[in-house]
């Protein structure tokens, strides 16, 4: 069976602190794909970044980066000097080998206030 | 226009209507799919069409009917829904290349919010 959890259901911040989005899985498959996507207001979810399990790197893609860790089964989220426009839901998903359904967690409610 | 189109946006229906979703993709994929997400529960994938053919059918009820036309373009049709179907439904694209694990990532449309009375 596959499982993302995302525990924080909603996150507030201020503009420009820096904030962090936990996921954490759990897959019986020896090679996956972890995802993020956001999802804004407008309904459309939006991939942001897709991982292999043979690679731990960790990724930056301007004020976004991400931290895979397979001892722990995590792949966590950081904003930089969050903003407005990041507020969103965003959601951590897993695909496993030979599968096409990705499967979500529940999402966390982003809120940057200015 | 491109990316994942999908219309209505917004659709308030009785449980003895009939009406259809459409979904257009512009991105040129060969592999569509329908999700499901409720207030209260994580993303569900309901159905999968890779080339026009029904690969995945995630045990959804038969109220629920999809149509892949050709590569570009997806329906599900809706039929004596119930209140519990009320929900946003999401369609994605994606291509894939033979083996699963080297597909694209999903591409997403806004979605069409269904209310069910």
């Known amino acids: 069976a596959q499982k993302v959890t995302q525990a924080q259901t909603e996150i507030s911040v201020v503009e420009k602190e820096d904030v962090t989005l936990d996921c954490v899985y759990e897959?019986?498959?020896?090679?996956?794909?972890l995802f993020w996507y956001k999802q804004p207001p407008s309904g459309e979810l939006v991939f942001l970044i897709r991982?292999?399990?043979?690679?731990?790197q960790n990724e930056i893609s301007g004020r976004y980066s991400w931290n895979f860790q397979k001892s722990t089964s995590s792949f966590n989220f950081t904003i930089t000097a969050s903003q407005v426009v990041d507020s969103a839901v965003y959601f951590c998903a897993l695909q496993g080998t030979g599968r096409r359904a990705l499967t979500f967690g529940s999402g966390t409610r982003l809120q940057v206030q200015p | 226009e491109t990316g994942v189109t999908q219309t209505p946006r917004h659709l308030v229906m009785g449980m003895t209507n009939k009406k259809s979703l459409k979904c257009e993709q512009h991105l040129g994929h060969n592999a569509m799919y329908w999700y499901k997400q409720s207030a209260k529960k994580p993303l569900e994938l309901m159905f999968v069409y890779s080339l026009e053919e029904r690969v995945e059918n995630n045990s959804v009820p038969s109220r629920f009917s999809p149509e892949c036309p050709n590569s570009s373009h997806l329906f599900l049709h809706l039929h004596t829904l119930q209140p519990e179907d009320s929900a946003l439904y999401l369609c994605?694209?994606?291509?894939?290349?033979?083996?699963?694990?080297?597909?694209?990532?999903?591409?997403f449309g806004n979605g069409t919010r269904l209310t069910v009375t």
């Open positions: 994605a694209s994606s291509q894939e290349f033979g083996a699963v694990m080297y597909n694209s990532p999903l591409h």
């Open positions: 897959t019986r498959d020896t090679t996956y794909y």
């Open positions: 991982r292999n399990s043979f690679d731990e």
